[in-house]
């Protein structure tokens, strides 16, 4: 097995004991793999039912598994060897290859020149591949701002039903949209609380987009973008926390009766609110779009 | 026949040489050593299995309504996306097992990956001639990461879309430009165009993953090249790699660990339920549910979103830093930072530019392995912090109190983690010898003459002297520097 030309390496056989018996545990189990193998594949058109078909291709896994690590460790031939290793930077002394790749600089005039204008031409022509990347995305524009809510569009629930000031109640949260808008848009959705009028502490501007202490702010998240989706509202004040929001992914808490500003977690700006007013018939009609801007940071949020 | 085969392939391509070496790669025996392999098994599962999948699954976001077998779904609008996937799940034969499977090995390999990269910081592996490889395995790390992210978020069930949302977040929060990156991207503002999950798809089954296996290819050439380094023993020294060679004894067992490797991913993808995406549902912008998290490996970046205080940056109206910025990206980079540039602050700390091909065993290098648990103790910190809410629902203590005691935690633990470490290691080398294995029975030698001599090894013989343990500096080093002075001289 081991050639008397490898000079570097020795090795020795270890006593390999009872084959016997490991072949047999070999053998049987390849033949029990076999089989699982082919309960899979009868299994897939007969009766694909997960459970069995991972018992059986993970079982004619584990068996094969099993068979490969007792033939490697009981039949063929242990052996322990040793090697010297080779120090690359002895063997292949560096130098000569620095040597190699000056030769080519040998005569030549104006060097510095030359590498300076592959390395301009390289870069430009990097640049210009990168072109199309960046033309694959639109401007950025004003379509960030952009929302479906407008002075006069009328909120509707899941079901495009109008909401009604009637159908908020005190501790629910409800959550709309604009009426025949798109509900996939981020600037979409709301969230309705209502907090009873003289619980409020926010100016009177805002007051006045809150009627009957009804509130509508944007449901997405100034921090990240997830949906604001938990309502806290105490059972018993004042040993429990104000009402709030709550996004779920990271925890940004606002409070309602202060108009959505941020009262704890990452969130950099307040929960933008949608004006609102109630027409005749007490349904709730936005009287223009969010107060500040929705959806997470950047650059222009705040303008 | 195997001799027709190899001569019929060497008289063509002369690969006599390169299979000889290959069949003689002597691998040094120790369990830590199968972590990256087992990583490598893992890709090879999730290859297969994606492969699978992919005849299936559809990259869009057209809408159509689901007809199919699962009751509570039926008649609702969801995109082609998910409506594939929910097929593939419910109503292809054995696909469920195979995304189930899918599943599992991604975190497997990712487990995997993690436990390799602590095993090499450990006990020094990362060393000089090894940094290169050393930088290939960080960003196999990294590309992983993206890779069980990309894909999670292709169902777009609930949670995927959620996941999407979150990294749209990130991306906006990137200072000045983070508004362009995201609509180059998306498309356009979040959900995005109709382009954009048909790049996630490429990026998912094509880029990602060839990039993870052309760089599994030169890791795997740069280690063969290099020889596995090893740890000491009576005959292991610096100049030489002793073990068990490629064939057949090692070859066989280690195909024996892939089969059981993949054994054990299928047997969890047949019996034991992950992301059952039909339950979460479509999702839609508007939508969010209480508890939602990602797969584990995203823990560290939720906890570090999480825990941020709310600090934005602003210069008049523009808002130069969003917050999303510190946690979604601040955070990461200084951890992959830290990791990548471990072998030159190393070799700093510790004035060490000797090439090492013994590996330290970690209670032997205490400030060494102090600092490595300080900091993976750190992101372990951050990576509670994405639990907190459900700690919160399993104790009594408020959100608020847990995120206030992980910040401060998140400063003040690293240090005492590294005091700790530090002396526990000092103790344990102090103690007793280390725990190497040593070989056992016969060895046969050849002696400087030319003749043979047997070595005897006694079973359960402390492979290095535990004396020379005490007296400061380890065995290893003082070997390790005579050798070096000896070859500069």
């Known amino acids: ?303 | 026949m195997i001799r027709n085969l190899v001569d019929y392939v060497d008289e063509r391509l002369g690969v006599s040489p390169g299979a000889r070496k290959l069949l003689r790669y002597i691998f040094p025996d120790h369990w830590s050593f199968l972590l990256g392999e087992i990583a490598l098994y893992a890709f090879i599962v999730l290859v297969g299995t994606g492969v699978f999948m992919s005849l299936y699954y559809v990259p869009s976001d057209a809408e159509a309504v689901y007809r199919g077998a699962y009751e509570p779904l039926r008649g609702l609008t969801m995109t082609e996306s998910y409506l594939s996937t929910v097929n593939l799940s419910l109503e292809v034969p054995a696909g469920l097992l195979m995304r189930q499977t899918h599943h599992w090995a991604a975190n497997l390999m990712i487990i995997a990956i993690v436990l390799h990269l602590l095993r090499i910081l450990l006990t020094g592996a990362f060393r000089k001639p090894r940094e290169i490889n050393y930088l290939v395995g960080v960003t196999l790390l990294a590309l992983t990461v993206l890779e069980g992210f990309v894909g999670y978020s292709m169902p777009d069930d609930l949670f995927s879309g959620i996941g999407l949302v979150i990294s749209y977040g990130v991306a906006l929060s990137i200072p000045v430009f983070g508004a362009d990156l995201a609509f180059l991207i998306w498309g356009a503002e979040y959900p995005g165009s109709s382009d954009f999950f048909p790049r996630l798809y490429i990026v998912h089954v094509l880029i990602v993953p060839a990039a993870i296996a052309g760089l599994i290819g030169m890791h795997m050439a740069m280690i063969m090249r290099q020889h596995h380094a090893q740890f000491p023993s009576k005959l292991a020294t610096e100049r030489n790699v002793v073990g068990y060679p490629m064939w057949p004894g090692y070859a066989l067992k280690a195909g024996g660990l892939m089969f059981l490797t993949a054994a054990v991913l299928f047997l969890l993808g047949g019996l034991v339920q992950i992301n059952p995406i039909w339950q979460w549902g479509p999702y839609e912008p508007y939508l969010a549910s209480n508890g939602a998290q990602p797969d584990w490996y995203l823990g560290w970046l939720l906890g570090s979103l999480r825990l941020m205080p709310a600090l934005e940056i602003q210069l008049g109206d523009l808002t130069l830093v969003p917050n999303a910025f510190w946690g979604g990206l601040v955070f990461p980079t200084i951890t992959f930072m830290l990791m990548y540039a471990w072998p030159w602050i190393d070799r700093r700390w510790f004035g060490d530019r000797d090439k090492h091909d013994l590996l330290d065993s970690p209670r032997d290098n205490p400030r060494r392995t102090a600092i490595v648990i300080s900091y993976f103790s750190w992101v372990l910190i951050i990576f509670i912090a994405g639990s907190i809410d459900r700690l919160y629902l399993s104790s009594t203590v408020p959100y608020e109190a847990q995120v206030w005691f992980l910040r401060i935690a998140v400063i003040v633990l690293p240090f005492v983690v590294y005091f700790a470490t530090k002396r526990l290691c000092e103790e344990l080398s102090a103690r007793e010898p280390r725990p190497l294995r040593g070989w056992t029975g016969k060895v046969v030698r050849r002696t400087p003459a030319g003749g043979f001599e047997t070595v005897e090894l006694d079973e359960g013989v402390p492979a290095v002297d535990g004396a020379n343990g005490r007296n400061g500096g380890p065995v290893v080093k003082e070997e390790a520097g005579a050798g070096e002075g000896a070859r500069g001289s």
């Open chain 1, 1 to 303: 097995m081991s050639s008397p030309t490898e000079g570097a390496s020795e090795t020795h056989d270890r006593e390999a004991g009872s084959k016997r018996g490991a072949e047999n545990l070999v053998l049987l189990s390849l033949a029990a793999a076999t089989l699982a193998a082919v309960a899979f594949g009868v299994l897939v058109i007969v009766l694909p039912d997960t459970q069995l078909l991972g018992l059986a291709l993970g079982g004619s896994l584990a068996l094969l598994g099993v068979a490969a690590v007792v033939a490697g460790q009981k039949i063929v031939p242990q052996e322990i060897a040793i090697e010297e290793r080779t120090d690359f930077g002895e063997r292949q002394p560096a130098s000569e290859v620095v040597e190699m790749v000056r030769d080519a600089e040998r005569g030549v005039s104006r060097r510095r020149l030359l590498v300076g204008a592959a390395g301009a031409s390289g870069a430009a022509l990097g640049a210009a591949a990168l072109v199309p990347a960046v033309a694959l995305g639109p401007k950025v524009g004003e379509t960030i701002a952009q929302t479906p809510w407008s002075r006069g569009r009328r909120v509707v629930d899941s079901q495009d039903r109008p909401i009604t000031a009637d159908d908020v109640q005190v501790g629910a949260m409800l959550s709309g949209f604009p009426e025949g808008a798109t509900r996939r848009e981020f600037g979409a959705s709301i969230v309705i609380v209502k907090v009873p009028p003289g619980e409020l502490e926010i100016s009177a501007r805002m007051r006045a987009d809150a009627p009957e202490g009804v509130l509508a702010f944007s449901k997405i998240c100034p921090h990240a973008g997830c949906a604001v989706a938990i309502y806290r509202h105490p059972l018993y004040e004042p040993t429990t926390e104000r009402p709030a929001l709550v996004c779920p992914c990271h925890y940004s808490t606002f409070d309602v009766r202060r108009g959505g500003t941020l009262e704890f977690g990452p969130a950099g700006r307040d929960l933008p609110q949608l004006p609102l007013e109630l027409n005749a018939a007490r349904e709730l009609v936005a009287t223009g779009d969010f107060v500040g801007q929705i959806g997470p940071s950047y650059l222009g949020v705040r303008k």
